[in-house]
Structures are given as C-alpha cells and as structure tokens.
C-alpha cells in the first residue's frame, strides 16, 4: 500500500488516465476530485462491500434484517 500526503489543491496520478485532486480538508474530511475516463468505475468501498454482502445474501437467503444491520454499519463508517 502507498501512502501520501496531500494538502488541498494538490493532485495525485493513477496511470495516465486517472487524476485525483483534494478539493478541502475540513473537519476531518477531505473532499476529492476524481478525473478517469468514462470506462473506470469509481464506486465508495462501502457501497461494494453492501452489494457483495447483497448477493451473498441472496445466495443465502439471509434476513432483510441482517441486510439491514450491514447497511447501517457502513453508514454510521461515513
């Protein structure tokens, strides 16, 4: 894993394709820029892990409320 520091208005490169740029840091959040062709998905992690736990669910035919429980754990994660 690479670890940088990056102050706002600063920008780092993915590629040649990829550019993201730190809008603010206020408050213990940073705000980001994401510049990437059309074709790369960009998508918050929380959002993949709740869909992942989605289809093993379905594949499981697990509860609407354990589903639920996970969503809100990745919300309270925000």
Do not use: F, H, Y
Request: zero cysteines; glycine letters at 6%; proline letters at 3%.
């Amino acid at each position: 894993m690479l670890i940088l520091q990056r102050k706002a208005g600063e920008s780092l490169l993915i590629g040649e394709d990829v550019e993201i740029s730190i809008l603010s840091v206020e408050g213990g959040r940073v705000r980001l820029a994401i510049q990437a062709p059309k074709d790369v998905s960009i998508l918050r992690s929380e959002l993949k892990t709740a869909a992942e736990v989605n289809r093993e669910a379905a594949d499981e035919e697990a509860s609407p409320l354990t589903l639920l429980d996970v969503l809100r754990d990745t919300e309270s994660q925000t």
